[in-house]
């Protein structure tokens, strides 16, 4: 997969939304900004929305796999 270049904003939905995971508190409004943060930007980046999902979620939860 391509790395995609994901605007700060989108970084830090996903960021906490990994912190809320991780303590188990997880809400409907941070997975639902998430969500509408990844679809909008896979329609303006014309790319599809898995594929932006899945690179986010590699991009916070694995960086350096990002990097290398």
Known sequence: M??????PDLIALERSAWE?????RLTVKTARAVQDGIAAFAEQAKLPRYDVEMGLKAAVRHPAAEAA
């Open 20 to 24: 809320e995971i991780q303590a188990g």
């Open 2 to 7: 391509a790395t995609i270049d994901f605007p």
